[in-house]
Every structure is written in structure tokens, then in C-alpha cells.
């Protein structure tokens, strides 16, 4: 049987409605959840294959993407939310009874500060934007997954439209090289 990619990828990908202004993620506890209010919606949504992502039981993948921080309150149960590790450029908040992930924080000076990483499928609300490219898709063999299928894996993430890269998609990478090479004076602070 083909592994799951993910629930929101293996039966192909719906598409977000671009008008969409944020909706409420839970985490899983049976009770007592821990709630987290988004008034955005999501941008650079995507697959992602590393080990530290948050991903359902049984997917191969994590989906994450960025909302601005103030799109972000912890509206209940935040006692129940810790950073899962300080010293990760992505800190993330994951509730110590279930241990999902409800934001990732960049505390940092980093390329991508002043956003947060959440996880779509955690909110009940339809039209968050859906899945846009893979990365990170040589991890999972770091995790487990056999060399030899990888190459079916990436046909699968085609196949539903979203290409394919071992590190995050070009136009993140060029902001992140743009951002390194403005902090090390080859660049001009201003572009
Ligand atoms: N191969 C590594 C890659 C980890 C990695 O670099 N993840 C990316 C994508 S989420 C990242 O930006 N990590 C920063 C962090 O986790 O703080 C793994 O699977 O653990
Ligand atoms: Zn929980
Ligand atoms: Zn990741």
C-alpha cells in the first residue's frame, strides 16, 4: 500500500479561497484543548518532510505554513502549552498532554521573523490556502523511510501538484541567502 503523504494530500489537494481571514486551531486533547485564534490566513503553506515538523499519526509529511505574529492568540488552555525545544530557530508551542504543535515562533534574527508556523488542519474552517510545494522530502528517509521508494514519493507529490525540493522551495531559499549576505555586508542593506 502507498504510504500517506498526508490526509489533506493523499486524495488530492483542495483548493483555499483566497478571500479566507483565519479560523481557530485545536490541539487534540479529548478536552480541556488548547485553543489558538488566527485572523489570517495562511501564506507559503506546504509540505514539509524534516523530523521536527508536527505531523498527524501515520503521514509521512507535516503541512505548515506562515501566518504574522499578531494574527496569533492563545485564546484557551495556553497553561498547557510548552516550547518543545529553545535552542531550534522555529520555537515550537506544542501541548504537553497530546503533543501537537499549535505555533512555531522565530525568536532570532532570522530571515523569517515576525511569522509563525501554524498547522491548518488543526481548525475546523474551510479556505485556508492549500499546499503549494514539497520540502524537506529527502528527511523522511532520515526518519525511517526506505531510499529505494523515495522516488515514488516524490511522483505522488507531483502528481498532486506540488513540486518537489530537499530544502524549502527556490523563492525561500533566495530570501533566506538574501537576508545572510545583508547580514554579512556582501549585500546592500537595501534592495
Ligand atoms: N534533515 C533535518 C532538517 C531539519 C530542518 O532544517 N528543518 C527546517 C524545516 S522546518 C527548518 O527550517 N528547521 C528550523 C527549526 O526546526 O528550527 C531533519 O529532518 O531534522
Ligand atoms: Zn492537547
Ligand atoms: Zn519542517
Known sequence: MAPSIHPAIDNSIKKGDASFKGGKLYCHCSSAKVEVT???NVAHNHACGCSKCWKPEGALFSVVGVVPVDAIKVTANGNKLK???SSAAIQRHACKECGVHLFGRIENDHPFKG???I???LSDSK???EPQFAAFVSSVIEQGFLPSEINGVREKL???GLETYD???PGLMDLIATHTG???GKLPAKL
Do not use: A
Open 127 to 129: 479556505g485556508w490556502q
Open 167 to 169: 530544502v524549502l522551495s
Open 119 to 121: 498547522h491548518t488542519e
Open 38 to 40: 488566527v485572523s489570517s
Open 83 to 85: 516550547v518543545i525545544d
Open 158 to 160: 507531483k502528481k498532486e
Open 115 to 117: 511569522l509563525d508556523f
Open 182 to 184: 545583508q547580514k554579512n
